[in-house]
Nanobody
Framework: QAQLVESGGGSVQAGGSLRLSCAAS????MAWFRQAPGKEREGVAA??????????ADSVKGRFTISRDNANAKKTLYLQMNSLKPEDTAMYYC???????????????????WGQGTQVTVSS
């Protein structure tokens, strides 16, 4: 059973950068979601098991980069966030599916395991 632990959130000014990490024991399709107060949880980015294919929400393309390190025993998922905007403010969650391929990468119901989240706050 995958266990996910996020880290790296914090507060930053607009235009700044943050790097989120997610320690995971699983080996499947993984993704980052975010949820702002009063809004639905939305998919930010996803990466296939071997790291060979990625998907991004239109709102973060060109600014965020998802990657994973499968080389170590404790697989790690990353989200490098650059040129942050106030609208990026949300709780960010790491998620893992029970499948290797990210068939429905932006559908929360596709992912079986979730971390507890890490807060990202971007001020203008």
């Amino acid at each position: 059973q995958a266990q996910l632990v996020e880290s790296g959130g914090g507060s930053v000014q607009a235009g700044g950068s943050l790097r989120l990490s997610c320690a995971a024991s699983g080996y499947t399709c993984m993704a980052w979601f975010r949820q702002a107060p009063g809004k639905e949880r939305e998919g930010v980015a996803a990466i296939y098991t071997d790291g060979g294919r990625t998907n991004y929400a239109d709102s973060v393309k060109g600014r965020f980069t998802i990657s994973r390190d499968n080389a170590n025993a404790k697989k790690t998922l990353y989200l490098q966030m650059n040129s942050l905007k106030p609208e990026d403010t949300a709780m960010y969650y790491c998620a893992a599916a029970s499948q290797r391929f990210c068939v429905r990468w932006d559908d929360p119901s596709f992912f079986r395991y979730w971390g507890q989240g890490t807060q990202v706050t971007v001020s203008s």
